[in-house]
């Protein structure tokens, strides 16, 4: 008897939680149709952010923008758009561009003498 009285105080505390939820949500949609900012207020201004950008655009690092501007670095990240890939070129010609037009092939352990392993002994 002890039992169903718990699984039934579990139900009804399942039930009021879920109608708990719903009502937030739907005083949440409320809001956001009245034109109402709905959340937690943001820190950054619109200035910061663009003063920000600026000085992103300009080549500081983010540390020298969080202590220009004051935001945090995670601010910065989330507010901030990532900056594009740079692609990766290498410093030589191609393999198939060298004077023999055959790729150089290294056997095992090509490069290292003796005693000169990963640890650098």
């Known amino acids: 008897m002890a039992q169903l009285a718990v699984v039934l105080l579990a139900l009804f505390a399942q039930m009021e939680r879920t109608y708990m939820l719903e009502r937030a949500a739907h005083a949440r949609a409320v809001a956001t149709a009245k034109g109402r900012l709905v959340g937690r207020p943001s820190v950054v201004s619109e200035h910061q952010l663009q003063y920000a950008e600026h000085l992103r655009q300009a080549g500081d690092t983010i540390g020298e923008i969080v202590v220009k501007t004051g935001i945090t670095r995670s601010s ?9 890939a740079e692609p990766v070129t290498a ?27 990963v640890a650098g002994g």
Do not use: F, I, N, S
């Open 76 to 84: 910065l990240y989330r507010h901030l758009p990532a900056r594009p």
């Open 91 to 117: 410093a030589g010609p191609a393999p198939d561009e060298r004077a023999g037009g055959e790729p150089e092939l290294l056997g095992a352990g090509a490069g290292v003498g003796p005693g000169q392993g």
